[in-house]
């Protein structure tokens, strides 16, 4: 296939949809404007595996401005904008193979379209592109330089890949990077997730009790965003330090199966399996609502649910109520999947931007030092990281202190006491 998306007629919304998300992308345009003369891609063949947004339709453009050849597929099936990858198609000439809704086979199908293209540099998004490609497809991995990879869940996975020496060609890894974890995770997943929840729901969270499973980046955001529309938050945690943490931002915390009696609200962001499994569901208050805003839809038990429940229907668009025998609803949001992006439009353009950028830069950087890198997981270049730091400052109008040579000496020495 040269393409496969929903409608082409729906370019012209998405057209309008990425622009108005690059007004907000200035790190990212000065990037595109650079590339766009010096074509440090060119000749390269990138295939990305992202959630297909407008955001994603920025970077998309400003890695073709620079030269490459660039191969979108989606990352999630139910994060797809089908009017953006209509748009990329039509009106960008970048091939795109997603389609909203689309089953696990389509899904599959469209990654192996995209590994057709033999690409030099993987983008991931849960690294489910370079999953495939080292178990399907290891003849092209002479030909990949490196890849990079967007999310917590899929750099857990690739340092495990790299552990085991499973990992043939260097990763880096963007969601490392302090100018994507630090805001992204934190202000992106936090907003975007209410967001998410508010959309298909419509109730209040004010007043009520919002659990949230795992107190990492995302989890704090989540939290943040919660406790500031009224709702008395509790963290779950599996960590000790993470579980004081949250304690001592405020927060209640207790082992799940307390959290589960009483929450109104349950969001997961852990990106482990079954942290809301049968014994929580067995007792939870009627009418709880109960949704994952991490990678996989493996968080929540929906098997188990299922199996539990005496009737199902879709009472909302993305709202599915689950029946029990003792009469009790409970109500599981996007199919367990990510909220934030299933039922709303994901990350605000501003954070994302920033995390846009990093992926431009290490794509860059792996054309210019794959022949220097192992096959292992690296952290984003401090001085790219800082770059995108400056000139989103500078784009803000912010202006920061220097430091004056006398600092910088006395920083460097050691022979100064009280």
């Known amino acids: 296939m040269e ?37 440090p891609l060119k000749g390269i063949t990138i295939g990305a595996c992202l959630h297909v947004t407008t955001e994603t339709a920025n970077l998309m453009i400003t890695l073709k401005a620079g030269g490459a050849d660039v191969y979108l597929t989606a990352s999630n099936p139910l994060s797809t904008q089908d009017d ?28 192996k379209e995209v590994l057709d293209r033999k690409p030099n540099i993987t983008m991931d998004d849960g690294a489910d592109l370079i999953s495939t490609l080292h178990q399907e497809r290891q003849e092209l991995i002479p030909n990949i330089y490196g890849g990079t990879e967007e999310t917590t869940t899929g750099v857990i996975r690739l340092k495990a890949m790299a552990k085991e020496g499973a990992l043939k060609f260097p990763v ?10 630090l805001f992204d995770n934190r202000y992106g997943t936090g907003q975007s997730t209410i967001d998410g929840i508010l959309r298909a729901t419509n109730r209040l969270l004010a007043g009520s009790n919002f659990v949230v499973a795992g107190y990492g980046w995302c989890g704090k955001g989540v939290a943040m965003r919660a406790h500031g529309m009224g709702a008395s938050v509790i963290v779950t945690e599996v960590d000790p330090l993470k579980a004081l943490e949250a304690r001592m931002d405020g927060f209640r915390v207790m082992p799940m199966i307390e959290a589960a009696k009483i929450g109104d609200f349950f969001v997961t962001v852990t990106g482990d399996i079954n942290v809301i499994d049968r014994h929580h ?5 009627d009418g709880a609502i109960v949704s994952n805003s991490g990678h996989f839809d493996v968080e929540i038990n929906i098997k188990a649910l299922e199996e539990m429940a005496v009737s199902t229907r ?48 290490s794509a860059e950087y792996l054309v210019n030092n794959h022949d220097k890198l192992e096959n292992k997981v690296y952290k984003v270049p401090d001085e790219l990281d800082f770059e995108v730091a400056r000139i989103k400052l500078d784009a803000m109008g912010i202006k920061i202190d220097e430091l004056t040579e006398e600092q910088k000496e006395y920083l460097s020495s050691w022979e100064h006491g009280t």
Do not use: C
């Open 172 to 181: 880096i890894a963007v969601n490392d990077a302090y100018t994507k974890h």
């Open 84 to 111: 953006v990858a209509a748009a990329l198609v039509k009106e960008y000439g970048i091939p795109t193979f997603a389609i909203h809704g689309e089953d696990r086979d389509t899904y599959y199908q469209h990654i």
């Open 3 to 39: 393409y496969h998306v929903k409608d082409l007629s729906l370019a012209e919304k998405g057209v309008l949809r990425i622009q108005w998300a690059e007004k907000d992308m200035p790190v990212l345009r000065q990037i595109r404007e650079r590339f766009l003369k010096e074509k």
């Open 281 to 285: 569901f067995k007792v939870m208050k």
């Open 314 to 361: 879709e009472i909302r668009e993305n709202v599915k109520e689950y029946t029990l025998p003792d009469g009790r609803n409970i109500y599981i949001l996007a199919e367990g999947r990510l909220v934030n992006l299933a039922a709303a439009e994901g990350h605000p353009a501003q954070v994302m931007d920033m995390s846009f950028a990093n992926q431009a830069l």
